[in-house]
């Protein structure tokens, strides 16, 4: 139904592992989302299906694993509806760029083609007050690289949101009765859907997102030592180098040998939420 009126638009919802929701209303008032230049109110609630083409559905192709989708309010034959699309806002969905609005954006996980349950679907893009403070913690399970043949037998991690920046604490453990063990760098991923801002960071060694405390044994000693959180070799990672005590900045990197832990609380600059009213 066309409506007139200011928007009032509520967060996307994850249905299920392959839909996505938008609310008749919101904080007790009608949705109401602009698009090309009109105000639409839906009747029901819409609904976009992952194996569906076109309009409430993928706007081409089949649903990829791994991959960041965005989605899309759309209007078609008058009533309003949305579509998800790898293409960006500045584009737009294939079939729908000539009259648009950007609702969110939501990751397939890596081991099927399904919605995320870890990152959920992004805040629409309204303003809310709220955007501009903290939100609550949120559980998550990291995901690490650079542990080798070990075995993590522990793996926790929050996150919060304040302002433009990310917030982790995370614990880890990995365990290894050999030395080496195939440990490479060690690196993290933040929660699906972030990326770190390096217009903020800079690029490379340049961004330097908090110290982590890192225990561990080595065939010879153990060691204890802080390390810094930097950029990533993506831009949905970060790693970690060694600083050792009473030691100038360093980029070396952080490799384990034997068991293993790390402790930390960072702070990240993200792409995402750049403007504080995303």
Request: glycine share 12%; hydrophobic share 35%; with cysteine.
């Amino acid at each position: 139904m066309q409506y007139f009126g200011r928007e009032n638009i509520p967060s996307l919802v994850r249905a299920s592992t392959t839909s996505i929701t938008l609310a008749t209303t919101y904080l007790g008032q009608s949705t109401v989302v602009l698009v090309g230049g009109q105000a639409y109110s839906p009747s029901s609630t819409v609904t976009l299906s992952t194996g569906t083409s076109g309009l409430n559905g993928l706007d081409t192709g089949t649903l990829a694993s791994n991959t960041l989708y965005y989605v899309y309010a759309v209007v078609s034959g008058g009533n309003l509806g949305m579509v998800m699309s790898v293409t960006g806002p500045a584009t737009g969905p294939t079939g729908f760029a000539s009259a648009y609005k950007y609702l969110g954006k939501c990751r397939t996980d890596t081991a099927a083609t399904t919605i995320s349950t870890d990152g959920q679907v992004a805040m629409s893009p309204v303003v809310r007050p709220e955007a501009n403070w903290g939100t609550e913690w949120q559980s998550y399970t990291p995901t690490w690289t650079g542990f080798g043949s070990k075995t993590i037998t522990l793996n926790s991690g929050k996150y919060r949101r304040v302002g433009s920046n990310i917030e982790l604490m995370f614990a880890v453990n990995g365990n290894s009765t050999a030395s080496g063990g195939g440990a490479t760098t060690v690196s993290l991923s933040l929660p699906p859907g972030l990326t770190v801002n390096s217009t903020v960071t800079g690029t490379g060694d340049a961004g330097n997102f908090g110290a982590v405390q890192t225990y561990g044994i080595t065939a010879a000693a153990v060691y204890d030592y802080t390390t810094q959180a930097i950029n990533g070799t993506t831009s949905d990672t970060v790693r970690f180098v060694k600083v050792g005590s009473g030691t100038a900045y360093s980029a070396a990197d952080l490799n384990v040998a034997r068991s293993v832990q790390l402790e930390g609380l960072l702070s990240i600059p993200i792409t995402e939420w750049s403007n504080l009213y995303t």
